[in-house]
């Protein structure tokens, strides 16, 4: 079975940090390429950034852009989001996504998998 799995969301003080892993499994093709993505409440879903797997190369949105890294434990199969300098704008639920493409990108249209997602709440 296909299976993304969020973890390490959480509540955190407006300035802190908080460390959010992507476990995928289940997959009968290589996944080449993480993307996450956030919802707000009333808001749209909206990319927040991506990793190619095999290279390394990442992507972000400008609004986390500089203060959120993200990273791949290949050999886990698990996918980083650090999150620092967070801000009570950040607060919302956090999914990890997939295709089957291996197709770095952050529209939600994109992707063929979701997990769950993570709750991050950030207080000012």
């Known amino acids: 079975e296909v299976q993304l799995v969020e973890s390490g969301g959480g509540l955190v003080q407006a300035g802190g940090s908080l460390r959010l892993s992507c476990a995928a499994s289940g997959f009968s093709f290589d996944v080449y390429a993480i993307s996450w993505f956030r919802q707000a409440p009333g808001k749209e879903r909206e990319g927040v950034s991506c990793i190619n797997r095999i290279d390394g190369t990442t992507y972000y949105a400008d609004s986390v852009k500089g203060r959120f890294t993200t990273s791949s434990d290949n050999a886990k199969n698990t996918v980083y989001l650090q999150m620092n300098s967070l801000k009570p704008e950040d607060t919302a639920v956090y999914y990890c996504?997939?295709?089957?493409?291996?197709?770095?990108?952050?529209?939600?249209?994109?992707?063929?998998?979701w997990g769950k997602g993570t709750l991050v709440t950030v207080s000012s």
């Open positions: 996504a997939a295709n089957e493409l291996g197709i770095a990108t952050m529209s939600p249209l994109g992707m063929d998998y």
